[in-house]
């Protein structure tokens, strides 16, 4: 078996606001596809990955094993800052 180490989102914990990172070793050979996506949480935005096995699951990943981030590209495995302050600004026409 080929299993890699994961990042993972915890969807199972729903009773605070913040979703949990959890490490997870996921065999590489049931990995159907990994897509890159934008993940909001309250303070930042983090580009993550939305992983698809073969049993059906989903995963939302924040941190994929450094040979398949080389493979969909190194600009994907960064934290993205948001400036909240802008929303302060009132609208100018």
Same mark, same amino acid.
């Given at each position: ?11 199972? #914990?729903?009773? @605070? !606001?913040?979703? !949990? ?7 590489? #050979? ?12 309250? #303070? ?8 698809? @096995? !073969?049993?059906?699951?989903?995963? *939302? ?8 981030? !080389?493979?969909?590209?190194? *600009?994907?495995? +960064? +934290?993205?800052?948001?400036?909240? $302050?802008? $929303? $302060? ?5």
């Amino acid at each position: 078996m080929n299993f890699a180490k994961f990042l993972i989102l915890n969807p199972k #914990d729903q009773n @605070t !606001t913040r979703e !949990t990172e959890v490490e997870m070793l996921i065999n590489l #050979d049931h990995i159907i596809s990994i897509k890159p996506i934008r993940i909001s949480a309250s #303070d930042r935005l983090v580009n993550g990955f939305w992983i698809r @096995t !073969t049993n059906g699951k989903k995963y *939302k990943a924040v941190k994929i094993p450094q040979n398949l981030l !080389t493979a969909i590209g190194e *600009k994907y495995g +960064t +934290t993205i800052n948001v400036n909240l $302050d802008n $929303d $302060d600004q009132p609208f100018q026409q």
